[in-house]
């Protein structure tokens, strides 16, 4: 009775650090999307003016001129 509970409890385990395993991949690559968002919006969209924003949640780079939007761009 005791080998199949650990025989369990290791199939689990297993299970478990996979699934981990595939959502710190995951995390990183989105991580990794954001931040080349990010520097697309501030380094080729926004070139030139006075400051930027780039909302994650939308996938929207807007560029400042004297506080005031001139410039709002789609990056996805």
């Known amino acids: 009775m005791a080998k199949n509970v650990w025989k369990i409890i ?7 650090a996979v ?7 995951y995390l990183f690559s989105a991580g990794g999307k954001m ?3 990010e520097n ?3 380094y080729n969209t926004c070139e030139g003016y006075d400051a930027y ?3 994650s949640v939308e996938g929207l780079c807007y560029c ?3 506080g ?6 789609y990056l996805g």
């Open 68 to 73: 005031e939007i001139v410039k709002t761009q």
């Open 35 to 37: 931040i080349e968002n």
């Open 40 to 42: 697309e919006c501030a």
């Open 19 to 25: 699934i981990e395993l595939i959502m710190l991949i």
């Open 64 to 66: 400042y001129t004297d």
């Open 10 to 16: 290791a199939i689990i385990s297993i299970i478990v």
């Open 53 to 55: 924003l780039y909302d």
